[in-house]
């Protein structure tokens, strides 16, 4: 196989990445000027937005994942068939559930708007508005995940990045270039997302079904008949799926209720910095999610033990370079970004909290597809229900002696736990040999090589001022350190040898 080939075969994972860097890009540009048409109290509105889209991904009930790991185990013409008739079910599903969503924000908005959400500047009126469009905007975005899901089971991130890219770009682009300017205001703001979210759920949707043949007439009984056989996987799914959103979204939670909206928008414009690197480690899953799921299904233990290793010490690489670099830049960073020092100087220490934290969960993602593609959801579900039990009462004192800054402490400690004793309890429950081996070789090494590397970033700040100077050496400084990381790991260096130079 040639080394073109080789490119063209992970194109997939290429242009993940690289629509994941556009739309990071994308965001970073856009949530000043977000900032500035909407201001602090209506971008607050747009972060309360953005946590209950998360929560609302619960009713999913594990359906996404279940048809995506069934779609990408399918090895003949009968087993795609029940895939499309669990497709099928799930798809019912989510017409019925965008329903109830949009209803139930309707018949809460006076409540919400009257006695959850405070502003000193926006009427009750307009925050009613605001939630009843945002709940138009979450029902129509709803069934996105599942359509992704299934594309990317296919190998279709080609497809699934093209489309994001053209969707996001166009909508966010759009509404501050031209509709801002027609419609200001943050009811007209969820409005104009809501009709871009509608045509990028139908396509995603057009797409899916394109990639896996056309279904057969809709039957009910058949359908779900199809999904009962999935139904001890995907009830577990379920299960973790709530308990990963206690885990993810109970500081923002908590938050919205202890303070303002102005300074919880704050927070969340520091949230939006960290989700930064979840578009780099999201594209990664969803690639070898299925890729994990095919190896457990061959009964190749070995290999799937060894594409384990390698794929999360070669991420990991990758990962914590980029990590430290933000940790040590993340005043440039805000400053660049916000041009404004007050918020620069507000935000600063709760992002370097968040993005240690990401970086600590970026990696427990190749633990958690190696237990998901096999088949053990029981013990990634006892994993997050053990982290659940710990995370409400640590986030509830943190909160309320710290505020966002005790949110984001809490953040550090749980995923702490989680890497420590996630990866021990996940390693021995499914044999996938010694976990302190993983543990030396993914997680502590590239963060000691990456510590290293920090002096050599402190002292060019000591020495010169110049952003773009700082950026360039910081960025050239990253990639020194990835190449460090991956000629240490022998078999990461043997990878590339036998499979970038050598082309064998």
């Known amino acids: 196989m040639t080394f073109l080939s080789k490119i063209k075969k992970n194109s997939g994972l290429i242009f993940g990445l690289v629509a994941s860097i556009w739309i990071a890009a994308l965001n970073i540009v856009l949530v000043p000027i977000y900032l500035k048409l909407l201001g602090s109290d209506s971008y607050g509105l747009v972060g309360i937005y953005t946590t209950l889209q998360t929560i609302i991904l619960f009713f999913d009930l594990g359906l996404s994942s279940t048809i995506g790991r069934e779609i990408a185990k399918a090895n003949n013409q009968t087993e795609l068939d029940e895939a499309k008739h669990v497709l099928q079910f799930g798809s019912f599903v989510y017409i019925i ?14 409540y919400l708007s ?14 009613r508005e605001s939630v009843i469009a945002i709940g138009l905007l979450i029902a129509v975005r709803w069934p996105i995940s599942l359509y992704q899901n299934v594309l990317n089971s296919k190998k279709k991130m080609l497809e699934v990045s093209t489309v994001n890219i053209i969707f996001t770009s166009l909508s966010g682009v759009g509404y501050v270039l031209i509709f801002s300017k027609v419609f200001p205001g943050i009811t007209s703001f969820f409005i104009w997302f809501t009709l871009f979210g509608l045509v990028h759920a139908l396509v995603l949707n ?16 058949q359908t779900f008949n199809s999904f009962k056989k999935n139904w001890s996987y995907t009830k577990d799914l379920a299960f973790i799926g709530f308990l990963g ?12 209720s202890f303070l303002s909206l102005s300074d919880f928008s ?6 939006t910095l960290m989700g930064s690197l979840y578009l780099i480690i999201m594209p990664v899953y969803n690639y070898i999610f299925p890729h994990f799921s ?9 290999e799937f033990i060894e594409n384990y290793f390698l794929s999360s010490g070669l991420f990991s690489a990758f990962l914590y370079p980029i990590v430290a670099f933000m940790i040590v830049y993340m005043n440039e960073i805000l400053t660049v970004w916000l041009k404004n020092p007050v918020l620069t100087n507000q935000i600063q220490p709760i992002a370097i909290l968040l993005i240690i934290g990401t970086g600590l969960h970026g990696i427990m993602y190749f633990p958690y597809a190696v237990t998901l593609s096999s088949g053990h959801s029981s013990v990634a579900l006892k994993i997050a229900f053990i982290m659940s039990l710990i995370s409400i009462p640590l986030m509830y004192l943190l ?28 390693h021995k429950k499914i044999n996938l040999g010694s976990p302190y081996e993983w543990l030396a070789k993914s997680v502590l090494l590239p963060i000691a090589i990456s510590l290293i590397c920090l002096p050599i970033y402190i002292f060019l700040k000591s020495i010169t001022s110049n952003l773009y100077i700082l950026f360039t050496v910081g960025i ?18 043997n990878y590339f040898w036998n499979n970038l130079i050598l082309n064998t």
């Open 114 to 127: 009257s006695s959850w959400i405070k502003s000193d500047i926006l009427t009750p009126n307009q925050i």
């Open 245 to 256: 959103l206690i885990l993810s979204q109970m500081d923002k939670l908590m938050l919205s």
């Open 206 to 221: 057009r797409l899916a079904w394109m990639s896996i043949g056309a279904s057969k007439k809709f039957n009910l009984i």
């Open 399 to 426: 909160i309320k002696t710290n505020g966002a800054f005790g949110a984001a402490s809490a953040w550090v400690v749980l995923q702490l736990m989680y890497v420590i004793g996630g990866t021990i309890y996940s």
């Open 97 to 110: 559930f965008s329903s109830i969503i949009f209803f139930t924000f309707l018949l809460f908005s006076t």
């Open 294 to 302: 095919k190896l457990s299904n061959s009964g190749e233990k070995n």
């Open 476 to 493: 050239l400084q990253i990639l020194l350190t990835i190449l460090i990381l991956i000629f240490i790991r022998r078999d990461i260096k």
């Open 266 to 271: 704050l927070y969340m414009v520091a949230s």
